[in-house]
């Protein structure tokens, strides 16, 4: 069983920065997709930021240039700095896992079975 545990949310003004961090308790498999998902209030939630077991990471359109993930192996963390942060960015965000890939597949096209408890962001005007 894999658990995630989330810290690092919090309050920001517009253009300010934070950064999420994501405990992840153990890779089962060498292979695997970790990532960043949000849910603003009424919205559906959206993929974020991803990066896989080799480190390629792939980022939503609407956070390139200001979002970066990170993974630091030893530690079993992952992370997300976000940088100019904008009121839109506001929601809750949760970091996800999938372990053992198929050949192929882009990280952000899984269905992710291990999620956190998320983290509140909340960006101020």
């Known amino acids: 069983q894999v658990q995630l545990v989330e810290s690092g949310g919090g309050s920001v003004q517009s253009g300010g920065s934070l950064r999420l961090s994501c405990a992840v308790s153990a890779y089962t498999y060498s292979d695997y997709c970790t990532g960043w998902f949000r849910q603003a209030p009424g919205k559906e939630r959206e993929g974020v930021a991803f990066i896989d077991s080799d480190g390629s990471t792939t980022y939503a359109e609407s956070v390139k240039g200001r979002f970066t993930i990170s993974q630091d192996n030893a530690k079993n963390t992952l992370y997300l700095q976000m940088n100019s942060l904008k009121p839109e960015d506001t929601g809750m965000y949760y970091c996800?896992?999938?372990?053992?890939?198929?050949?192929?597949?882009?990280?952000?096209?899984?269905?992710?079975?291990?999620w956190g408890q998320g983290t509140r962001v909340t960006v101020s005007s």
């Open positions: 996800a896992a999938e372990m053992g890939l198929n050949g192929g597949t882009l990280c952000m096209e899984y269905e992710y079975n291990y």
